[in-house]
């Protein structure tokens, strides 16, 4: 059974970082892309960033380039979003997605986690 | 960016009707749409991709159609179950965007 876990959520102020996880199993994880989509809650869906299955291509939303990045180690079957220079419209639900390829030039998303919720506020 | 416009924002329906859900693109997308299922306090649900295949699992009640700039979904005889919001996006090109989601209800 495909598995996504996020952590690292929380609430922090305008400016600080946080680092989110998310683990993966149920499948060879090494052989897909995945991605990072958050929505703020009651509201609608914002893709953020995704990285193919051997980290050599990254994407990010014009929203979030330049302060977020993208990482996986496929070793330990985990993806990660360094997330720098927060601000208050960063809040959100941020879901982790499987991609049904290998290449992140396409999103469609076949599994989803249950998210963290991340909280930026003074 | 490609923007990606849903019709209705919200739609009231019965079981047993017959649904259909549109999204238009600001560009052409060359069917690189996929639809989402998305129920209150869960996360999405992938229904359809490419604009007409059918996840495996998903009920062949679902099917979706276009082409060029515009998408639909259409649910055949509605159940229960399928009460909740729906969301299309493309995945044409980056940055990858989603409709602003219709939802479904009673």
């Known amino acids: 059974e495909v598995q996504l876990v996020e952590s690292g959520g929380g609430l922090v102020q305008p400016g600080w970082s946080l680092r989110l996880s998310c683990a993966a199993s149920?499948?060879?994880?090494?052989?897909?892309?995945m991605h990072w989509v958050r929505q703020v809650p009651g509201k609608g869906l914002e893709w953020v960033s995704g990285?193919?299955?051997?980290?050599?291509?990254?994407d990010y939303a014009p929203s979030v380039k330049g302060r977020f990045t993208i990482s996986r180690d496929n070793a330990k079957n985990s993806l990660y979003l360094e997330m720098n220079s927060l601000r208050v419209e960063d809040t959100a639900l941020y879901y982790c997605?499987?991609?049904?390829?290998?290449?992140?030039?396409?999103?469609?998303?076949?599994?989803w986690g249950l998210g963290t919720l991340v909280t930026v506020s003074s | 960016d490609i923007q990606m416009t849903q019709s209705p924002s919200s739609l009231s329906a019965s079981v047993g009707d017959r649904v259909t859900i549109t999204c238009r693109a600001s560009?052409?997308?060359?069917?690189?749409v996929a639809w989402y299922q998305q129920k209150p306090g869960k996360a999405p649900k992938l229904l359809l991709y490419?604009?007409?295949t059918l996840k495996s699992g998903v009920p062949s009640r679902f099917s979706g159609s276009g082409s060029g700039t515009d998408y639909t979904l259409t649910i055949s005889s509605l159940q229960p179950e399928d009460f909740a919001t729906y969301y299309c996006?493309?995945?044409?090109?980056?940055?990858?965007?989603f409709g602003q989601g219709t939802k479904l209800e009673i």
């Open positions: 996006q493309q995945s044409y090109n980056t940055p990858f965007t």
């Open positions: 560009q052409g997308i060359s069917k690189s």
């Open positions: 997605g499987k991609d049904i390829g290998e290449s992140s030039d396409y999103l469609t998303l076949d599994y």
């Open positions: 490419v604009a007409s």
């Open positions: 990285i193919d299955w051997n980290s050599a291509t990254t």
């Open positions: 149920g499948f060879a994880f090494d052989d897909y892309a």
